[in-house]
């Protein structure tokens, strides 16, 4: 028989030591009461947050001019939706991973046209709007040229824009039917029939919150809250949740490296920061493989500590 | 029918396999090991459980949809339950890595043992954060607005579509529960049918 030489961080030689009683369901049993009682009193304790959702009607509320900026940006197409790229248009090349452009090369397959699905279809769906309907068909019949010169003058005198008296103003010439959808959009907004338009353009019965969801997040609103509830990307983001919870604290490694450079200062941090998690991720799949990582557990002799028991009825080594 | 015939049935095969895989004696042990003697083994057994609890408390969940636990305290209680299960889990399986990461758990032929549980590991990751944006509330505005960045940056995001809540709805209750469960069930297999690694016993050979 050939002889193969004894590799300790690979092979193990069979145990040859004693063996003792143990009732595995017992065992099993006790640690699900245990448990079971353990996240009873965490419950009881500390309950779980659940903060209302935001609407577009909330939004568009306490904060009526910064929603009539966003409708503005989506019908200009200067939101960060509009400018996204894929999934949702081709406006951008969108991140890349060297020279690898994953997201364009999928294209945009949830297909989102801010002018269309924010302001124009949901505007069109206001019944019995005799001016709003005849903004409309000159909205429609105007050439892109036009319809930009509009744009480009409204968007100008936009900075002065107020809501007085339950209407948006802006002082502006020429510009079409613009003031009349970003008022009608607003007013429309506050009264929660555009959170409805919004998700009901694909139907009746929906389940899918991605125009809403793109809407809001547009805004400063939404991303406000978020900051006083210590949720932005450089308060740790996402992986918390409001209230004084442990959140997703398993995804500190993934939140960890949008804090540091080069990914907090990179136009690819997305792509980068999956692409290094994606990777680590192999790695500690393959770890049994991979000389140097697997050698670790042995060279740093915390497995004593572990089996200290064990050893201190052994004279090994 | 013969016996031979019987012999030759899948079902027979099968099942042979399966006995001399796992004969119930390594199935169900009654005894184990001197050196299966550590904390450290607690957390095995402890992820296991919540996983139970877990499964149990959304399950409740499930009885009356989506939005009851935001109307209801009954509700909202059982959402805590499930919230905390899941820190329970998380935190045991961590623990539970880690301890047989520096215990080198792979050796003596179980690194498929440790690589089913790395991609439970994984699995329940994204079983989780499914869960936080389809809760239907603030955090799930937050979390898959931010989210959708990252997964859309990787091209995912255009069948993974993270602001679609029925779509993540039916990924956190059905199919990464149903993955994460035959996952741990086949992990759990692999430890019966190798055994618990036992300690490092240098300078020992073995015969090939």
């Known amino acids: 028989m050939k002889s193969k030489h004894f590799r300790p961080d690979v092979d193990v030689a069979p145990w040859k030591g004693g063996h003792s009683p143990y009732d595995i369901i017992k065992e099993g049993t006790i640690a699900l009461i245990v448990v079971g009682l ?3 009193i965490l419950a009881v304790v500390f309950g779980s947050p659940d903060e209302p959702a935001v609407t577009i009607k909330t939004w568009s509320n306490a904060t009526p001019v910064d929603f009539a900026m966003t409708a503005l940006s989506e019908l200009n197409q200067t939101s960060t939706s509009a400018q996204y790229g894929a999934p949702y248009n081709n406006a951008a090349v969108g991140q890349k991973l060297g020279p690898l452009e994953l997201a364009k090369w999928v294209g945009d397959r949830i297909p989102v046209n ?11 769906s206001l019944p019995d709007q005799p001016i709003l309907t005849t903004d409309l068909q000159q909205w429609s019949k105007a050439s892109s040229s036009t319809r930009n010169s509009w744009l480009t003058d409204y968007t100008k005198a936009s900075a002065h824009m107020t809501y007085v008296n339950g209407q948006v103003t ?4 020429n510009v079409g039917p613009v003031p009349v959808f970003i008022n009608d959009l607003t007013q429309m907004a506050r009264t929660g029939a555009l959170d409805q338009a919004l998700v009901t353009q694909s139907g009746f019965y929906t389940t899918d919150f991605t125009l809403p ?41 993934y939140t960890f490296w949008y804090q540091v450079a080069p990914f907090s200062t990179s136009a690819n941090a997305d792509v980068l920061v999956w692409g290094v998690m994606m990777a680590l991720s192999v790695v500690l799949l393959f770890v049994p493989f991979i ?4 050698t670790i557990p042995r060279k740093t002799r915390i497995y004593r500590v572990i089996w200290r028991e064990h050893y201190q009825g052994t004279t090994t080594e | 029918m013969s016996y031979t015939e019987i012999e030759r049935q899948w079902t027979t095969r099968l099942r042979r396999r399966f006995v001399h895989l796992l004969p119930p004696e390594k199935l169900l042990p009654d005894t184990q090991p001197t050196y299966v003697s550590s904390w450290i083994y607690v957390f095995g057994v402890t992820t296991l459980s919540a996983l139970v609890v877990v499964i149990a408390s959304g399950s409740l969940l499930a009885i009356r949809g989506p939005q009851w636990w935001h109307t209801s305290s009954v509700g909202h209680f059982v959402n ?4 905390w299960s899941v820190e329970i889990f998380f935190f045991a399986m961590v623990v539970h890595l880690w ?23 994984l699995t329940s990751i994204a079983a989780a954060f499914t869960g936080y944006v389809s809760q239907t509330n603030f955090d799930s505005q937050w979390i898959s607005t931010q989210a959708k960045d990252g997964i859309n940056a990787t091209g995912a995001g255009a069948y993974f579509n993270v602001l679609n809540m ?21 992990h759990v297999l692999l430890v019966r049918v190798k055994g618990v690694v036992p300690p490092f016993e240098e300078n020992a050979k073995v015969n090939a």
């Open chain 1, 38 to 40: 353990l996240t009873l």
């Open chain 2, 166 to 186: 029925g779509q993540m709805l039916m990924w956190h209750i059905v199919l990464l529960p149903l993955a994460a469960i035959v996952l741990t069930g086949l």
């Open chain 1, 170 to 173: 802006v002082t502006a010439n």
């Open chain 1, 114 to 124: 801010t002018v269309r699905d924010f302001v124009i279809n949901p505007l069109k």
């Open chain 1, 291 to 294: 000389p140097g990582l697997r």
């Open chain 1, 213 to 253: 969801l793109l809407f809001l997040a547009d805004g400063s609103y939404l991303a406000n809250l978020a900051d006083h509830q210590h949720l932005s990307g450089d308060q740790w983001g996402m992986m918390n949740e409001t209230g004084n919870y442990p959140g997703q604290a398993w995804l500190w490694l």
């Open chain 2, 99 to 121: 301890g047989k990461y520096f215990m080198a758990a792979w050796r003596g032929g179980r690194a498929l043992t440790w690589m089913t549980g790395v991609v439970t590991f």
């Open chain 2, 80 to 83: 805590s339950l499930h919230l």
